[in-house]
């Protein structure tokens, strides 16, 4: 069975550009969550969808919006972007919603996002 | 707000030795506690988990253990390798609900021969 796989795997953008991030779930896996991995604050959760609907959203502004299509490959967008964007933006996939007990989520490898 | 605080955050351990990594929360209404092992390049995998009504859970090298009073938990590494250098991230997960997983910031393990 393939693993989480997202694209592109690095991206060098300037301020004020916008991105979209590619994640393609493991198959039969309807839950993607995105978040953002940087040395100062880990990991931190940025939203979940599940079955096209958003579940669950960190703290971030509103530059950052995602969705999830039928066959529940998903995409994060941010918009007009900060040096402070520079991350690893990781997403993981899992068979049900990430809050459920007891439930193993799968992560790719990220993209590594570089803003100049 | 980082609600499960995890250290150190750094790590050196010689090989053979015993990895300690330790997890603090606050909300008690967490209810599954997994360990999360990153090599660079890589994703986060999961590595061991345990519930709270457990003290403590042995998988090979790797065990958790729970403190439900005290509200914290680690993971201890016996005979630690020079391939068990990585990044472990301890989490939290509140089940039910519109829940997410709250992760600890981190601890990059160095095991030197």
């Known amino acids: 069975k393939a693993g989480v796989t997202q694209t592109p795997r690095y991206l060098i953008k300037t301020r004020g550009q916008q991105v979209t991030l590619s994640c393609s779930p493991i198959?039969?896996?309807?839950?993607v969550s995105w978040y953002q991995q940087t040395p100062g604050q880990g990991l931190q959760f940025l939203f979940e969808y599940f079955s096209e609907t958003q579940r669950n959203k960190g703290n971030f502004p509103g530059r950052f919006s995602g969705r999830q299509f039928s066959n529940s490959r998903s995409e994060m967008n941010v918009s007009t972007l900060e040096l402070g964007d520079s991350a690893l933006y990781l997403c993981a996939s899992s068979s049900i919603p990430s809050g459920s007990s007891y439930n193993e989520q799968f992560f790719g490898p990220g993209t590594r996002l570089t803003v100049l | 707000q980082q609600q499960v605080k995890q250290s150190p955050q750094s790590l050196i351990v010689q090989k053979g030795g015993i990895s300690i990594i330790n997890c603090a929360y606050e909300n008690t209404a967490f209810d599954y506690f997994p360990w999360y092992q990153q090599f660079p390049g890589k994703g986060p995998a999961l590595l061991i988990a345990i519930r709270p009504d457990v003290s403590e859970k042995k998988e090979g090298r790797f065990t958790i253990s729970f403190n439900k009073s005290a509200k914290q938990f680690s993971l201890h590494i016996m005979d630690s390798q020079p391939g068990d250098s990585a990044t472990y991230f301890c989490?939290?997960?509140?089940?039910?609900?519109?829940?997410?997983?709250?992760f600890g910031i981190g601890t990059k393990l160095q095991v030197i021969p």
């Open positions: 198959s039969g896996h309807r839950s």
């Open positions: 989490a939290a997960i509140q089940s039910g609900g519109y829940q997410k997983v709250t």
